[in-house]
């Protein structure tokens, strides 16, 4: 094996120095590499052994925004000649974070955050786990530090579910 | 409005759609209409719109409330103990409410402004500590800041106030003030307001004679008194003399001191006199409206309180209505159509106290010109909390039930309940009076399906008497059935044992359910309900019987009969005999039958 490798390499060096085009690669395999291509992953959820329950926010991909999904966080910071764009994307994350942990596993689904003018709305799904004065306790008290954190009204307006609703398992 | 007289009609029509429909040319300006007065149908603006968060008592109603603003408080913990990550400011312009505030003090040497600052954050012991220790080090202290001291020591009784909920109600009479008479007492010059803060505070913890006193010591230092101090000393009057000429002439006293003073008076001081004629009993309807038109003299325009002390005035709870009705119409009258303001604290009793007179008087036409000038203008604001809102609607549909047509208070019942007003037992007990009145019982399921709902259904005495309205007659087949299975849901209260105490069985709900499923032909649920009686230890009456026998004849059902004759005998009820005759009579009975029959006729005369 390796005496036929010597005379491969022997042959090919020697086909090289031949300078012939039509002799470079017989007998031989090289690499061939180009730029690298990733395939998109963002937001999407593969699919798998179809035991996994999806919810339809979940199932559709983020190109489908505007044909078959709308949009979970609505401002104006993003038309021409708008500014603010980012601090509002800082201030979506840190309230989905900040609801995330304050409802832990009552949330049913994404939230979706409106802005009205100087009011923001937080429109979530929840789950029926907690009794409800334990949710008017949770909704006073995250409307309240919002408000006092972003300086401007926050309102919160729930919808309760028995169970997640499940669009496909994937 | 198709749909809904269909439900209230109680029978069962045929729901037929029609090919096409012609709408009318207002059609669309009728449906605006709807939307634009108050939505029956919603919950209160607080709570979220969402079924399961919808709260369906009263008790609910305020649990709910309750935790919203305790996480509120929870909240405003959280920012006020970490101020630092509430600074940043994005708000052009600036809005105070939403930053953090300090209540923790932050003067700690002994100084004016830390004084200062503990009467701010209205810290009472600290402020009369920190004073004590000014006046120790031999700082003076000004005039104007010693005053206000007095004011916050009168206004709280010398103790800090309770964080949040309403204070300490209970006066302790031998601490009142001490603090304030103390301070008032080393004060090297007093003027009218130190004199004031101390009047003022006394007549609110209950020191009523020494607050006159403190007035005569007033007057002898040759300083004259002002509007507070009269407001104060004249509703202290009623409380330091005994008989109505005795107080009415205090008060006149008074009156006249003030116009001597050069004092002028206001809303507050007529407000005053006229909750003081209250407690002067015959006098104060003689002296009211002399009051009422040297108010209207000085120009000063009356508020819900003065018409309130009016109508407590003329109105005393032991006498009903003896010629006095013009008044309550008079001031109807007065006020229709005018919006008010608050303007004293007494104004939020007005609305309750007027219902209530129309309840006494059974006076409904008042009743709905109270209710109307409640919808104008701000006048709503003025119907108290949610207590007072619940007496007034309590008040108003009680008046409803016993004058109205069943019609109109079903009208009234779809506006006011739920989103208004959450009846109690007796509220449903007066609807349920209302619709055997006018002869609607066939509504009992729906208004049952309410009374689950509103949490009632643990109320023994409002589910006997639904049960013995609908058993007391038959009723046309598809009523009957509709009774049946309220029956039987009521049934279901009784015997269920998963969550909470179930209601215990009476005789009277044992035979009411019994008679209604017997009239609905349910005969098998009849039966069995006759076992629930031995269970329950209760004796169904003689007419049950009676009713069971006429089934068991419809049904000719001989074994049944027998059955029910040893049933009888069992309980030993005295018509066993007349029933033993009459199977024996009306059945064609088997020879075993026969026996069993002849065997009890022996057993029961044998017991006699």
């Keep these: 094996m390796a005496a036929s490798l010597r005379h491969s390499t022997l042959f090919t060096t020697v086909c090289r120095q031949l300078n012939s085009t039509l002799w470079l690669n017989v007998g031989g395999r090289s690499i061939h590499s180009s730029a690298v291509c990733c395939k998109n992953r963002a937001a999407r959820i593969r699919v798998g052994k179809g035991d996994r329950p999806v919810t339809y926010e979940q199932a559709l991909h983020p190109h489908q925004i505007a044909h078959r999904k709308g949009w979970l966080s609505q401002h104006t910071s993003n038309l021409q000649g708008e500014d603010g764009a980012a601090d509002r994307t800082v201030e979506d994350l840190f309230i989905r974070r900040l609801i995330y942990g304050t409802f832990h596993g009552c949330l049913a689904d994404e939230l979706v955050i409106k802005r009205r003018g100087n009011l923001l709305v937080i429109c979530a799904l929840m789950l029926q786990k907690l009794p409800p004065h334990k949710y008017y306790f949770l909704v006073g008290y995250t409307e309240e530090l919002l408000s006092h954190f972003y300086k401007c009204p926050v309102k919160m307006e729930i919808q309760m579910l028995e169970e997640k609703s499940v669009y496909k398992y994937l | ?608």
């Excluded at chain 2, 619940?390 to 008040?395: D, E, N, Q, T």
């Design chain 2, 1 to 608: 409005a198709v749909i809904s007289s269909i439900l209230f009609s109680g029978s069962a029509e045929e729901i037929v759609i029609p090919r096409k429909k012609t709408w009318y040319g207002i059609a669309v300006l009728q449906a605006l209409a709807s939307t634009v007065n108050r939505d029956p149908t919603a919950s209160h603006y607080v709570f979220q719109d969402d079924s399961y968060l919808t709260p369906r008592t009263s008790a609910e109603f305020k649990l709910y409330s309750l935790a919203q603003e305790s996480g509120r408080t929870a909240a405003k913990y959280f920012i006020n103990t970490y101020p630092k990550y509430f600074q940043k400011d994005f708000a052009n312009p600036h809005i105070p409410c939403l930053m953090p505030e300090t209540l923790e003090l932050q003067v700690n040497e002994v100084s004016e402004a830390a004084l200062i600052e503990r009467i701010q954050l209205r810290k009472v012991k600290a402020a009369v500590d920190m004073y004590d220790q000014l006046l120790q080090a031999g700082t003076p202290v000004s005039l104007d800041l010693t005053n206000d001291l007095l004011d916050l020591i009168s206004l709280y009784g010398d103790c800090d106030p309770a964080r949040g909920d309403a204070p300490d109600k209970s006066l302790k009479p031998n601490r009142e003030n001490n603090n304030a008479e103390r301070i008032f007492n080393m004060m090297p010059e007093r003027n009218r307001r130190s004199y004031g803060a101390l009047i003022r505070g006394m007549v609110k913890h209950g020191a009523y004679s020494k607050a006159f006193n403190t007035y005569t010591d007033l007057l002898n230092n040759r300083l004259t008194g002002d509007v507070h101090i009269f407001n104060a000393l004249i509703s202290a009057a009623p409380e330091v003399r005994e008989k109505y000429v005795e107080k009415w002439d205090l008060i006149v006293d008074l009156l006249k001191q003030m116009a001597e003073q050069k004092v002028k008076p206001t809303l507050l001081t007529f407000n005053a006199v006229l909750k003081a004629l209250r407690r002067c009993g015959s006098l104060g309807r003689t002296q009211a409206f002399p009051v009422i038109n040297e108010m209207k003299a000085l120009g000063i325009a009356p508020s819900l309180a003065t018409y309130d002390h009016v109508l407590g005035i003329f109105y005393k709870a032991a006498t009903s209505a003896q010629g006095h009705t013009e008044i309550l119409q008079d001031v109807l009258s007065e006020i229709s159509g005018k919006s008010f303001t608050a303007q004293d604290p007494d104004d939020v009793e007005f609305f309750k106290d007027a219902m209530r007179i129309c309840l006494a008087t059974k006076d409904i036409e008042q009743a709905y010109r109270v209710h109307s000038l409640l919808g104008v203008g701000e006048n709503w604001k003025l119907l108290g909390d949610s207590y007072y809102q619940s007496i007034y609607y309590g008040r108003f549909f009680n008046l409803l039930c016993m004058m109205e047509h069943i019609d109109v208070v079903l009208k009234w019942y779809k506006e006011l309940i739920p989103s208004l007003y959450y009846p109690n037992s007796q509220g449903m007990r007066d609807l349920l009076q209302a619709l055997d009145t006018d002869n609607r019982l066939d509504l009992i399921p729906q208004i049952w399906k309410d009374i689950k709902r509103m949490g009632h259904d643990n109320k023994t005495e409002l589910v006997e008497e639904m049960l013995s309205l609908m058993a007391r007659e038959n009723q046309i087949p598809e009523v009957q059935q509709s009774f049946a299975d309220c029956a039987l849901d009521v049934k279901a209260l009784y015997t269920q044992t998963d969550r909470r105490v179930p209601l215990s069985w009476s005789a009277g709900s044992l035979s009411s359910i019994t008679s209604i499923l017997l009239a609905a032909e349910r005969t098998q649920q009849a039966w069995e309900m006759l076992k629930l009686f031995k269970l329950a230890n209760r004796v169904p009456s003689e007419s049950l019987m009676n009713q069971f026998l006429e089934s068991v004849k419809a049904s000719n059902n001989a074994q049944q009969a027998v059955e029910l004759v040893q049933i009888s005998a069992s309980f030993c009820l005295s018509i066993t005999p007349n029933l033993m005759e009459r199977v024996q009579q009306e059945f064609d009975l088997t020879e075993e039958q026969r026996n069993t029959l002849s065997d009890l006729e022996s057993s029961t005369a044998m017991s006699d």
